[in-house]
């Protein structure tokens, strides 16, 4: 069910991955942006729309826009990302897929590139997106597909066992790029305001300097003026 969805594309779950802290430039308002958007269109297009943030900068961008589509809030309170963090999200994934309550899934999360560059991005989750054709390969043939492999258990039992955990995996890998690209916005943020400050301490000094010297200058143009009118 995970690869194929329900069939319909009327409920769309949007999955908003941020950070708890700001000080960090444009990183949660460029995620939150890309996924506002997202919502937007699919309202246009009159499908309905449902929010589940991870992290509650998200969740207070949107709060005043799109408050009502906000299922709920999962805040992220560990220091250290593990898998156990993002398992309970994939299960709540999960569990409101089951008794259909959306038809298409979407994480938003910012990927990242360098310290100084991170891409939002929109990754599809159920349903699964069918691999990407390369270059060479056939029209309508999957890279691979001549090989003959042999599954125990079948493979149904195998997707079985994969597909969910895959689901938390995805997440997972989101929160992992959100530490890594927080961090380096962070650094980035904090490095352009020592800059600012520090250009801003020597224009207010070369000020000072200025509006000392000609305070002293006028006192000596006084000082001469009285001396010689005596």
Same mark, same amino acid.
């Given at each position: 069910?995970?690869?194929?969805?329900?069939?319909? !594309?009327? /409920? %769309?779950?949007? =999955?908003?991955? /941020?950070?708890?802290?700001?000080?960090?430039?444009?990183?949660?308002? $460029?995620?939150?942006?890309?996924?506002? !958007?997202?919502?937007?269109?699919?309202?246009?297009?009159?499908?309905?729309?449902?929010?589940?943030?991870?992290?509650?900068?998200?969740?207070?961008?949107?709060?005043? +826009?799109?408050? &009502? %589509?906000?299922? &709920?809030?999962? @805040?992220?309170?560990?220091?250290?990302? %593990?898998?156990?963090?993002?398992? #309970?999200?994939?299960?709540?994934?999960?569990?409101?897929?089951?008794?259909?309550?959306?038809?298409?899934?979407?994480?938003?999360?910012?990927?990242?590139?360098?310290? =100084? $560059?991170?891409? #939002? /991005?929109?990754? +599809?989750? =159920?349903?699964?997106?069918?691999?990407?054709k390369k270059d060479g390969d056939a029209v309508g043939k999957a #890279?691979?597909? !001549?090989?003959?492999?042999?599954?125990? #258990? !079948?493979?149904?039992? *195998?997707?079985?066992?994969?597909?969910?955990?895959?689901?938390?995996?995805?997440?997972?890998?989101?929160?992992? @790029?959100?530490?890594?690209?927080?961090?380096?916005?962070?650094?980035?943020?904090?490095?352009?305001?020592?800059?600012?400050?520090?250009?801003?301490?020597?224009? +207010?000094?070369?000020?000072?300097?200025?509006?000392?010297?000609?305070?002293?200058?006028?006192?000596?143009?006084?000082? *001469? $003026?009285?001396?010689?009118?005596?």
């Amino acid at each position: 069910a995970l690869l194929r969805g329900t069939g319909g !594309d009327n /409920t %769309h779950l949007l =999955i908003l991955a /941020t950070g708890e802290r700001g000080l960090c430039g444009a990183f949660n308002g $460029s995620i939150t942006r890309l996924c506002r !958007d997202a919502a937007f269109r699919l309202k246009r297009e009159g499908k309905q729309v449902k929010i589940l943030c991870i992290g509650k900068k998200g969740a207070d961008m949107l709060r005043r +826009q799109l408050g &009502e %589509h906000i299922i &709920e809030v999962v @805040e992220i309170t560990a220091k250290q990302l %593990h898998y156990a963090v993002a398992e #309970p999200i994939g299960a709540k994934v999960l569990e409101l897929f089951r008794p259909g309550e959306f038809d298409v899934a979407t994480l938003f999360f910012s990927r990242f590139q360098s310290v =100084i $560059s991170q891409v #939002p /991005t929109a990754l +599809q989750l =159920i349903p699964l997106p069918p691999p990407e054709k390369k270059d060479g390969d056939a029209v309508g043939k999957a #890279p691979g597909s !001549d090989a003959v492999y042999e599954y125990e #258990p !079948d493979e149904e039992a *195998i997707l079985d066992a994969l597909l969910p955990r895959n689901i938390s995996v995805q997440v997972f890998r989101a929160l992992l @790029e959100n530490a890594a690209s927080e961090q380096g916005a962070r650094m980035s943020a904090m490095d352009n305001a020592t800059r600012n400050a520090g250009d801003m301490i020597k224009k +207010q000094t070369l000020l000072y300097n200025r509006s000392r010297q000609a305070l002293i200058t006028k006192e000596l143009i006084e000082i *001469i $003026s009285g001396a010689e009118a005596l």
